[in-house]
């Protein structure tokens, strides 16, 4: 058996990297829908089409339990893939409940992609967890093209987020939800600006303990006590990918292609 994992790029193998560190002797497979890459600006259908066929391929590849690495694909197809699929499905959602409770100021951030607030997950995690609190949200556009190309120390990038996170720190934040899984690899630099003042919460370690929960209660985990087996698929470019995991993940290995054809994922290039 193994654990499938997908985002629409590089993003979601923070969560990989967390369930790897969790759970060693698992398989895992990986999947970053490259082609697809940004999700953010794309309609919440066609995210759900995306998801469904990703799903369905991880499945036929062995995995009997899927984590969604991706905010803005959980926020858009998480209910409708578990009404899909028989197997457990693991999401992600901007963790609004530990910043609520943590917070001293009252005041606490998110950065996320538009799809992710627009998302009924976000609107009730808000009404439900954090109405107390103020929250202030931002939509960064352009940090998940600027992870995706590796590109991520520079002045450029400090400037973006400066302009992104400025407003937030003004109004006093103690509490900053990285509610995009691509924005953990740029986390020293938002760490420098946001100062030690202010809490920065990942949800990766919390999606790694759930996923042990969901093996553990469904009687799924390996016996074994070697290094699972680790398999990467890309619909983008796959030497791009191994490229994208030796800079990120330090992983060194290969990368499988695959290809869209009629909302379906096959294993190869495209023709
Ligand atoms: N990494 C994703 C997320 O957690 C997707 C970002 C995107 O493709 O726009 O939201």
């Not at 259908?45 to 339990?65: D, H, K, M, W």
């Amino acid at each position: 058996m193994s654990i499938g994992v997908f985002d629409s790029g590089v993003g979601g193998l923070s969560v990989w990297r967390a369930i790897a560190e969790r759970l060693p002797h698992e398989d895992l497979l990986y999947f970053a829908d490259q082609c697809h890459c940004p999700y953010g600006q794309r309609s919440m259908a066609e995210i759900r089409c995306l998801a469904e066929g990703i799903t369905a391929f991880l499945i036929a590849q062995g995995a009997q339990v899927v984590v969604v690495a991706c905010n803005t694909a959980s926020a858009a197809a998480l209910t409708y893939l578990r009404s899909r699929f028989a197997i457990p499905i693991v999401g992600m959602e901007p963790a609004v409940k530990p910043a609520s409770e943590h917070t001293r100021s009252g005041k606490v951030g998110v950065i996320a992609t538009e799809v992710t607030f627009q998302g009924e997950l976000f609107t009730r995690l808000v009404e439900r967890f954090a109405r107390e609190v103020e929250v202030y949200t931002r939509v960064c556009p352009g940090l998940v093209e600027v992870v995706e190309a590796g590109n991520t120390d520079n002045s450029a990038v400090e400037a973006m987020l400066q302009e992104y996170l400025s407003p937030m720190l003004e109004a006093g934040i103690d509490q900053l939800v990285l509610g995009c899984t691509h924005y953990s690899f740029l986390r020293s630099t938002i760490e420098e600006i946001v100062g030690p003042g202010v809490e920065i919460i990942d949800p990766a370690p919390a999606v790694a303990r759930q996923v042990e929960r969901v093996l553990v209660r469904e009687g799924l985990l390996t016996g074994r006590t070697g290094q699972g087996h680790y398999t990467f698929y890309t619909s983008g470019d796959p030497s791009t990918l191994a490229w994208q995991l030796q800079q990120l993940v330090g992983i060194k290995t290969t990368v499988q292609a695959v290809t869209w054809r009629k909302g379906h994922v096959q294993p190869g290039k495209p023709r």
